[in-house]
């Protein structure tokens, strides 16, 4: 009888591979699983790179249209599975256009709108004030979708919008500011046309080279001209690549930009050359538009020539004042004559002010400066055949005049720099070392104050018995606005007929 032996070695080889065979199954099972996105999403950002590159290559080409290097220009575009459209219609320009607006301090509906600028359309309701100036320009675009992105060119630019939301500026828009001169030719897209598939297509762009100027434009209105004569322009730029215009906007000299995100509009602001030099007092009322935060010393001229038809004792009788408020923060200058030919900072007996006083009613701060004895200004008398008269020059940068500060408890707002403060950083009050400043200290600390709320607003008043002549009187004000000014403005509409095939 034959014995059988078992030898299980056979079985164990068996096993072994197909366990090497489960474990490199599950191995490119969790390869694929995880690797198919990586490659997919890699695949979605190398055909949105090559759409790009495409839009910046029609960019490029649509200029040499523009500027009559070559009135037709061809771009092709590798569709591969997706869409691309032109947005040039009417439809279209209600979310692709821009609107300007040029502001005047001295228009009565400035402080109403100025308040609620921040929202397109803000200028509605005002648009039939007599001295309203604004336009609007159409701008369109041509589009693709690349996946979950969106790829455009609008207003010179090429724009790349993310899912999560977000603009990507790949190329800039035509916006050119150096500082003293914006230029804006708006690229007005026209057509109305979409393709989609995998197959090549090329966008053609024709243009006449024929920019209509819309500034300036006296024929528009009397005021469109060159040097600026308004305060400020905004710029509202409605767009789907709003937020992409916002943060190229902010990369230009001495601009600012803020953004209507329920409507999708960024709205640029611009400040033009203030009002400065001499001028009368027949308006009593004048604004300064901005101070260089920089520059501690901002105001190189600030000064009044105050004349009377009469008698020096006419100074006397009217007393004067001059306020100066930017949002919740008030500086008053009071002026009285004492004595014999003497101007000083004080307040008339019937006044219930003091020389100087500041206050930040937001902040519960109040600070007092009187007039050291021995400082005031002159008043010259003299005479025109057999009328009496007399003037002074009152100057709020004297270092000359010396003025105390009048309260018991420690000041608040000389430094350091912050929203209730600003340089020098001085320990005051009243009695020790640095109480006693000049009258040009105390200015220009003051009004830097003011003017971290923005625009400043000055009136000057005389009270009781009106003695000095107005229009006689002058006020002279020359100061450091800060950064760059815009003085010159040149916008264009440029047409682009743009087709695909």
């Known amino acids: 009888m034959k014995t059988m032996l078992k030898n299980e070695r056979a079985v164990s080889s068996v096993i072994g591979i197909s366990i090497i065979l489960v474990i490199s199954l599950l191995s490119i099972g969790l390869m694929l699983l995880y690797t198919s996105p990586l490659i997919s999403e890699t695949q979605e950002m190398a055909k949105a790179q090559k759409v790009e590159q495409a839009f910046t290559v029609f960019d490029s080409r649509t200029s040499k249209s523009s500027l009559g290097e070559s009135p037709l220009q061809a771009t092709a575009l590798s569709l591969m599975g997706e869409n691309v459209a032109i947005h040039g219609n009417k439809?279209?320009?209600?979310?692709?256009?821009?609107?300007?607006?040029?502001?005047?301090?001295?228009?009565?509906?400035?402080?109403?709108?100025?308040?609620?600028?921040?929202?397109?359309?803000?200028?509605?309701?005002?648009?039939?004030?007599?001295?309203?100036?604004?336009?609007?320009?159409?701008?369109g675009k041509v589009r693709c979708y690349s996946g979950d992105r969106v790829i455009a060119y609008e207003g010179g630019g090429v724009w790349s919008r993310y899912p999560a939301g977000g603009t990507v500026m790949i190329s800039p828009p035509e916006f050119h500011y150096n500082g003293e001169t914006l230029t804006l030719p708006v690229m007005k897209v026209t057509g109305n046309d979409s393709i989609g598939g995998s197959a090549n297509v090329n966008i053609n762009v024709r243009s006449s080279n024929t920019p209509v100027v819309l500034y300036p434009d006296k024929t528009t209105n009397v005021n469109f001209t060159n040097p600026l004569n308004c305060n400020k322009i905004l710029i509202y730029i409605n767009s789907e690549f709003y937020d992409g215009w916002a943060e190229y906007a902010e990369t230009l000299t001495s601009t600012t930009a803020i953004m209507d995100h329920g409507n999708k509009t960024a709205i640029i602001e611009m400040d033009t050359r203030p009002e400065m030099g001499t001028f009368s007092l027949t308006d009593p009322s004048f604004k300064i538009a901005a101070l260089n935060h920089t520059n501690t010393t901002p105001f190189s001229n600030f000064s009044f020539y105050f004349y009377v038809d009469g008698s020096a004792d006419f100074f006397k009788s009217s007393g004067m004042t001059l306020t100066a408020t930017s949002g919740a923060k008030t500086l008053v200058y009071s002026f009285y004559k004492d004595g014999n030919d003497k101007v000083i900072l004080a307040a008339a007996p019937s006044f219930t002010s003091y020389a100087i006083e500041y206050a930040d009613s937001s902040a519960g701060i109040n600070e007092i400066w009187e007039s050291d004895p021995s400082s005031y200004f002159t008043v010259y008398s003299f005479k025109k055949g057999s009328i009496k008269n007399a003037n002074s020059t009152i100057d709020l940068l004297s270092d000359s005049y010396l003025m105390k500060y009048d309260s018991n408890h420690p000041d608040f707002s000389w430094g350091p720099v912050s929203s209730t403060s600003t340089t020098p950083n001085l320990y005051i009050v009243k009695g020790n070392a640095n109480s006693t400043q000049s009258l040009n200290n105390i200015t220009q600390h003051y009004m830097r104050l003011l003017a971290q709320d923005g625009t400043i607003e000055c009136t000057w008043e005389q009270k009781d018995n009106e003695k000095i002549e107005p229009d006689l009187s002058t006020c002279t004000l020359i100061y450091d606005g800060g950064g760059a000014i815009l003085t010159y403005l040149h916008i264009t509409s440029n047409e682009l007929d743009v087709t695909l095939d």
């Open 91 to 139: 439809d279209s320009y209600n979310e692709s256009s821009i609107q300007i607006l040029f502001l005047s301090f001295d228009s009565t509906w400035y402080d109403s709108f100025y308040q609620k600028r921040g929202a397109w359309n803000a200028w509605e309701g005002y648009e039939n004030e007599p001295d309203f100036a604004g336009f609007n320009a159409s701008m």
